[in-house]
Structures are given as C-alpha cells and as structure tokens.
C-alpha cells in the first residue's frame, strides 16, 4: 500500500524558502500525480500544484509565481519549494497522490501523508 | 478561477440521522467532484470521488449524487465516528467546509 511521508523544517523566517520532502513507498507513482496541499489553521485545505512522473507540473495560479514541484523517481520523492515566504504562508502541508483525468479539471487526491506543520516566523 | 461553496457551513445531528451536504461549483467545468472527511489533527480522507464512487473500504452509509454544477454527499444513517468537517473538492478547488456536529 501507497504511503506517503512529509519532511522538511518546521521553522521557516520571513522571506526564504520553505523546501519540503514527501517520501513514498511504492516502487514507482507512475500514471499518478505528486501533489501538495496546504491548510492554514482553522482553514480549509489549498491545493498548491502537482507534478507527474515525466516532470510535467500544475500549479495554484495564486502561488504560480513562487513555488516548484519536483520529483525524483529513482529516490522515490517529490519536492515543494516555495519562495519569499510571509506569515500567510504557515500551514501544515501535505503531500497527496493525485489522479487525473482528461483534463486537469478531472482530478481527486486518493493517498494523502501526516502533513507536517510549517511556521513563517523571525 | 472554479469557486466552491458547500451548505450548511455546519450541520447539527444526532446519531442516525440521514443528512446531506451540498457543494456547488461556480463554473461547470468537470463532472468530477470529490468529498474528504477530516479529523482534527489529521489529513483529509477521501471518502468519494468522481462525484458518485466509493473509495474502498469507506463505508456504504456514505453516497454521492449530483451533475454539474451541483453535487451532493448524503449519510444515512449518523454514526458517531462521523462526526467531522467534510470537504468537496473539484479541480484545483476545496469547498469551504461542513462541520458536523452533535445536536
């Protein structure tokens, strides 16, 4: 069975960048997305982007302009880097397996990690 | 942008009861919508996709209905486990939330 693990620091000051890890235990994602959800305390979850096995990515417009999504199949992980950090950005993150259909519109997250909480603070 | 609203923002129920939870798309752009239960403290758990499946292993107390631009999950009978915030979920978009909760 799929799981998925979330690493990274839990601290990060205003105006860096938060870099996250999700580990996962199957063999390989292929055919399905490596995807990033957010939710802010006492927030609904955001979805921030996903990336496919190929390196194809999709991303939140709102975030578009700040955040990477990579993957590295050979060490069975994805990545989230997110630029220029504010407070609004402190959540906890997850990292999810997405599945797409025909369209990027045809899409639900099936496997979903702990998350783990990231705070934007001096 | 896809924007989602869901009705009631909470849902006061007791145990057994059938309930509903509606989520409505601002553009009908995807048949497909999904709902999560969360848990305080936990990640989301998806409870059906593609507006009507069941994920496996998720209970048959729990249906989604519904075409675009309106959708609904209907529980049928409340068991105390349910009690939670539940999501619907279409494209790149999350519904606001239902939190259902004890009368």
């Known amino acids: 069975q799929v799981q998925l693990q979330e690493s990274g620091p839990g601290l990060v000051k205003p105006s860096e960048t938060l870099s996250l890890t999700c580990s996962f235990s199957?063999?390989?994602?292929?055919?399905?997305?490596c995807s990033w959800v957010r939710q802010a305390p006492g927030k609904g979850p955001e979805w921030i982007g996903h990336v496919y096995y190929s390196g194809n990515t999709d991303y939140n417009p709102s975030l578009k302009n700040r955040v990477t999504i990579s993957v590295d199949t050979s060490k069975n992980q994805f990545y989230l880097n997110l630029t220029s950090v504010t407070a609004a950005d402190t959540a906890v993150y997850y990292c999810?397996?997405?599945?797409?259909?025909?369209?990027?519109?045809?899409?639900?997250?099936?496997?979903w990690g702990r998350g783990t909480t990231v705070t934007v603070s001096s | 942008d896809i924007q989602l609203t869901q009705s009631p923002s909470t849902l006061p129920a007791s145990v057994g009861d059938r309930v509903t939870i509606t989520c409505r798309a601002s553009?009908?752009?995807?048949?497909?919508v999904a709902w999560y239960q969360q848990k305080p403290g936990k990640a989301p758990k998806l409870l059906i996709y593609?507006?009507?499946i069941l994920d496996s292993g998720v209970p048959s107390r729990f249906s989604g209905s519904g075409s675009r631009p309106e959708f609904t999950l209907t529980i049928s009978s409340l068991q105390p486990d349910d009690f939670a915030t539940y999501y619907c979920?279409?494209?790149?978009?999350f519904g606001p939330g239902t939190r259902l909760e004890m009368k």
């Open positions: 999810a397996r997405g599945i797409v259909g025909s369209t990027r519109h045809y899409y639900y997250m099936d496997v």
């Open positions: 979920q279409q494209s790149s978009a």
């Open positions: 553009q009908s752009v995807s048949s497909w």
């Open positions: 199957a063999d390989t994602l292929d055919t399905y997305y």
């Open positions: 593609k507006a009507s």
